[in-house]
């Protein structure tokens, strides 16, 4: 008989919770009790999940008793505010946030990259940024085989990174435009419909925005290397769902495009979609309501005459892969390697 | 007392077509006859250029008569079919399309670059692919005072860059969508609406796209360098009207981003978009209709600690210096350099 464990909600309302109730059915997650938390002015909403219809209660510190895992996607102050509850509560949790991600305590995991991390947790685990998520999938078996010394990406990234209302502005302001009204900006700082701008995170005095930063700290931080370098260059789209990126990889050796193939192709989480005949490309629209992130576009990057470049394009579900998923597989990585309850 | 020229525009109703109209006007070119040739389909169209009014007429060989310049943009095929017409009847052609740009003895040339090259021109010159163009205009100036040595350029291209036929698509299909039906993808290979894709030009056995080898060869063949290395994805992106690329470059030395942003204050095309504090960077739909390319996202590449790398992000008008604008720009620069004549 397999355990079942009571599962919360932290943030069960917006984009990400949405995918988390998908997710717990699609998966038939071993669940005993589901309870959604988020801010008061939510609560008595009622929300799906497979055959259960639930009513959204207020996150109070409280609100943890008898919980054994949290998934928690309600932005980094309500994480920091509530997470330590949850442990004190005796709850793992699951943290979707940018909170704790770079803690030297807290394991940051990609289950196809680095589940060894979750060995000795402290109670919270944390879900990486998307975009690194989207980036790392493929490029980790990379550099297991052949290391990789140094990325250039620039990122497509959909409007649901924002949130859920962001993609409801998305296509409001899209509205408004074909209707030849003025769009009007209210959850992001420009005009998205019919126009893309670099992303809306504060600028560092190095030039990167957080964003960027998070893609290359993130990725030394799992790949356990803080010599691999990487500079990202993040824009948002005008995309609902799923993320692209434009990855130039350079190795620290000499590798075809081919071998990369065949890594890709033995790979988990990735599916190959590269038909040079049918002009067939990942795309995010192809991508959303994916698991798998898309790579394809494989090829010599020909201005490395020494064969040690490629580049590649991915696209993957922002909000599966990119939050929801991941977490739930690492919760499903919990439950297998037996660290689901916290140990004191 | 200034020359006065008879000017044909051929593809006069296409997007690009429309913006050599509003550019004569605009840029009060010394002009007197205008004649607007397209195909027989378009023949009696009526067509306004400032204060004319003219009816389309048909493009055959014998419709250059008395013409001493020629616009260029009805697709390649009909280039290759009617330029040759054209230079008998003794005009000069800045020609759009890709038709003869690989051609030993045609320059290709952005004025801003190598304007040199239009002398001993043979009547044709070659006006380059949009993605390059708005890429070499900051470039160049950064060649010719530290040497770039390579290049990885990720584009962002607008749909007008296919054809007005694909900007209407763009828009119904998004109406379609909105309200809840399937895009119905006609010009395009896939749905672009809230999706992007790898531009569909053919792949060629090395795994680039059409698109992207230009973007490598005219750079060489502009920069009269063809040790400079470049490695392009380009991508169609849901956006009408402006280019946008990331572009990372290494250089031969060290280079800071402050000695960039210097040296692209004072280069003729380029508008510096990168306030930092503001989050405030190019922009598409602030290219849209305006003549520099705006760069920004100026910042030393972490990549490289040898200090000689730099990542910069470009907005151009893929329909003003992308196409139109630099065609009309070297139709001044034949006539400013009494080169307007074909020499016999």
Redesign the interface.
Known sequence: MTDRYNVAIMGATGAVGQIFLELLAERDFPMDELRLLASSRSVGKQLVCGERTLAVQELTHDAFDGIDIVLSSAGGSISKQFVPSAIDAGAVVVDNTSAFRMDADVPLVVPEVNPQDLDGHRGVIANPNCSTIIMVVPLWPLHVRHHVR???V?T?QAISGAGAKAMEE??TQ??DV?SGKAANPREL???IA?????H?T??GP????EEETKM?RETRKMFHDDGI???P?C?R????RAH?E?V?IEFEEPVT?DEVRSILAEAPGVTIVDD??G?H?P???EASGVDDVLV??????????DGT?V?M?LSGDQLRKGAALNAMQIAEALIERGQLRVKK
């Open positions: 140094r990325v250039v620039s497509y998305l296509e899209t509205r074909l700082p420009y005009q019919f126009n893309l701008f670099s809306n504060k600028i190095d030039g990167y925005c290359i370098l990487v500079t260059t824009i789209v005008p995309i609902l692209s434009s130039n495009a040079r005949e002009n490309f795309m995010p629209l394809g576009r494989i090829r010599q990057d020909l201005s490395r005459p470049g580049d394009f």
